[in-house]
Structures are given as structure tokens and as C-alpha cells.
């Protein structure tokens, strides 16, 4: 079992930055990938940055230079930093763990936290 808090959302200017923490309730390095997702509204929920336990990272396309995803295995938590932030990007910003067991891989996910970008 994995729990996930998120935590840094809020409301920002365009422009603005913002850094979104994810702290998990055991090691990270044992878990296969952490990464964000988002979902604004009327909208699926999109996959924003993932970053695996080999050091592997990638990233949505249309995201790739603005936000980058970072971790700190010391301290079991992930972070998002976001730049130069559009009212697009506004959206609740999901936390997510993905760990592989003897039957396959289960999926965690956070409570997650809001992001209001305003024009």
C-alpha cells in the first residue's frame, strides 16, 4: 500500500510559478514510477510528468520546458515545478504511484489539489 499527499496548489497569476509536492508513506525508491496527472474540468485526466526509479523521465508534449518533475528519495516525495503557468493549465493535479507486485502493477493515487491559473 502506498498513501499519497499532495500538497502546493493554489492560485496563481499567468506567468506565475508554482511547485506541487507529493509525499508518499514508504521509500520511493521502491516504487516503480511516480508521476502527475491532471484533470480540468469537463476534461479527462491527462498524464503531466512521470519519473521512474531509474532516473527516467518523460513528459506530455505540449508541457515539455514549462514543467519539469523531480524527486528526493531521501525524503519519499516527489515534486512538480511549474512555469510560466497559463489559465489552461488550471485543473485539479493528481499524485500517482506505480508499483509492479508478483500479479501486476497497482496503481495509487493522491487526493489531489487544485491549480487556479488566472488571466
Known amino acids: 500500500q502506498v498513501q499519497l499527499v499532495e500538497s502546493g496548489g493554489g492560485l496563481v497569476q499567468a506567468g506565475g510559478s508554482l511547485r506541487l509536492s507529493c509525499a508518499a508513506s514508504?521509500?520511493?525508491?521502491?516504487?516503480?514510477?511516480m508521476g502527475w496527472y491532471r484533470q480540468a474540468p469537463g476534461k479527462q485526466r491527462e498524464l503531466v510528468a512521470r519519473?521512474?526509479?531509474?532516473?527516467?523521465?518523460n513528459y506530455a508534449d505540449s508541457l515539455k520546458g514549462r514543467f519539469t518533475i523531480s524527486r528526493d528519495n531521501a525524503k519519499n516525495t516527489v515534486y512538480l515545478q511549474m512555469n510560466s503557468l497559463k489559465p489552461e493549465d488550471t485543473a485539479v493535479y493528481y499524485c500517482?504511484?506505480?508499483?509492479?507486485?508478483?500479479?501486476?502493477?497497482?496503481?495509487?493515487w493522491g487526493q489531489g489539489t487544485q491549480v487556479t491559473v488566472s488571466s
Open positions: 500517482n504511484a506505480g508499483v509492479y507486485y508478483g500479479m501486476g502493477l497497482t496503481n495509487y
Open positions: 514508504r521509500s520511493i525508491s521502491s516504487i516503480n514510477y
Open positions: 519519473n521512474y526509479n531509474d532516473g527516467s523521465t
